[in-house]
């Protein structure tokens, strides 16, 4: 466009040529109209805010039903989901859409009955585009599950169920404020298992009380429950929890964050001896299979359309939020209004950005995908700290991908953040 040759043709300006078009019209390629409709993969995401405790080291707002009456309160909130999901499916043509994953999650989504997870997740079916292919995961706290609601679930078509363990060990389970011990998670697991569906069971590394033993235990329960999917979580103190008051009245101990290191090392090991691979930094799966379509999609920038209160998606280049509120919530939605409260629309550079930091998550990073997306090599933009890190092992690259090697798993998010860093110094 602008002639900036060394030739001094910048410092001798004509008239000549005029743009009608960036990129010329020769790059441009055949396009049909349907080409242009709005028929990307959507991710839904449904959320409940209940619980039936408070676990103590819990960062989501969660609403404690314990001793209330819980049927009446979810069915009203029930109701105002089923709006939301009827009312944004007609006003942003949703329908259109396939719908690769949706993710009941929560709070804890296996508390409602079995009448409100059927109206749940029928309306679901009834308003979105989705197919046999669809991933329908539910998330679910072992105490919660019984037998007939894993069949009514198997039956409205959910195939993955991950569920909330956390620790093996009964005395960190039960200081941690949940009701279930290890009993009761190997119960709901065998339950789980008669939907033949994929299971993922979270753990945390550096609960209160962890010690190298207890930890030990709970890596080996996991591995032998023979679940699909195990996804470890590095605790983290947030300032809403039971937890950090304890830390800050000095009457708990955490492990500190060496401990925590070695508790992870620990976990890649075995879980790697036991055919386990990571797909990402936090969820190793049987031979690298069983990947979560819902994590990827999101952490490669699909769009997710988040139904309920609190919950966060992203359209297009909106990123939005629903109101935390509840009461706020469902006032809304009995007025025929959606509850979308705040937002954020991407800039280019936060969209890549976004991107480097969430795809790095998945381990391999497709150099290729982000140069079609984006249009330049971000291996060359950000050539000096890629060969730093990999100098430093946390990861290797080819032509194509960067990939986190074991310690790059161990440091989660560094090197998504290492990289992303040279995109924000650019702004
Ligand atoms: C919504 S909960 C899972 C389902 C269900 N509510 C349950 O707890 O069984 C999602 C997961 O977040 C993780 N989590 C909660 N608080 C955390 C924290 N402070 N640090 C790291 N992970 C946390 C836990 O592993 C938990 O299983
Ligand atoms: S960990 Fe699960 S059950 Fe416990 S408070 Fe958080 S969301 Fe609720």
């Not at 006003?91 to 508390?111: A, K």
């Not at 550096?206 to 996804?231: C, D, F, N």
Request: overall charge negative.
């Amino acid at each position: 466009m602008i002639n900036t040759r060394k030739d001094n043709a910048y410092w001798d300006p004509s008239r000549k040529g005029f743009v009608t078009n960036y990129p010329n019209f020769l790059h441009w390629k055949t396009l049909s109209a349907t080409d242009m409709a709005d028929n990307r993969p959507l991710n839904v995401y449904l959320h409940t805010p209940y619980c039936i405790q408070h676990c103590a080291y819990c960062y989501y707002k969660t609403i404690n039903l314990r001793g209330t009456n819980k049927a009446q309160r979810i069915d009203q909130y029930v109701d105002a989901l089923c709006r939301e999901i009827e009312l944004a499916s007609e006003y942003y043509q949703l329908r259109n859409r396939p719908v690769v994953s949706v993710y009941f999650g929560g709070g804890t989504p296996s508390l409602l009955n079995e009448a409100q997870l059927q109206r749940v997740l029928e309306t679901v079916h009834r308003y979105l585009n989705l197919s046999d292919q669809t991933e329908l995961t539910v998330e679910a706290e072992p105490v919660t599950i019984t037998q007939s609601k894993a069949d009514l679930l198997q039956g409205l078509g959910v195939n993955r169920v991950s569920m909330g363990v956390q620790s093996f060990d009964d005395g960190i389970i039960k200081r941690s404020n949940r009701l279930d011990d290890e009993k009761k998670v190997m119960k709901a697991i065998e339950i789980v298992k008669t939907m033949g569906v994929v299971i993922n069971i979270d753990l945390m590394s550096g609960l209160a009380e962890e010690t190298q033993a207890t930890w030990e235990y709970s890596v080996r329960r996991a591995i032998e429950s023979g679940v699909e999917s195990i996804t470890v979580y590095k605790t983290e103190l947030y300032t809403n929890t039971p937890y950090y008051k304890e830390v800050r009245n000095k009457t708990i101990d955490l492990p500190d964050d060496d401990q925590e290191l070695i508790f992870m090392n620990h976990a890649m090991t075995e879980l790697t001896e036991a055919g386990y691979k990571p797909w990402s930094f936090f969820t190793f799966t049987q031979c690298g299979q069983h990947q979560h379509q819902y994590a990827t999609g999101t952490f490669l920038g699909e769009d997710v359309y988040s139904f309920g209160t609190s919950a966060f998606g992203k359209l297009g280049d909106y990123l939005f939020q629903n109101t935390n509120d509840e009461q706020k919530y469902m006032a809304l939605l009995a007025e025929g209004e959606l509850p979308v409260t705040r937002g954020h629309r991407l800039t280019c550079i936060d969209a890549m950005i976004r991107e480097i930091v969430l795809g790095m998550k998945l381990v391999r990073f497709d150099l290729r995908r982000f140069q079609s997306r984006y249009g330049f090599r971000l291996e060359k933009l950000c050539a000096d700290t890629l060969a730093d890190l990999v100098e430093h092992g946390f990861i290797t690259m080819s032509d194509d991908e960067i990939q986190l090697t074991n310690k790059g798993i161990l440091y989660g998010d560094y090197t998504g953040k290492s990289v992303a860093k040279v995109l924000m110094d650019m702004e």
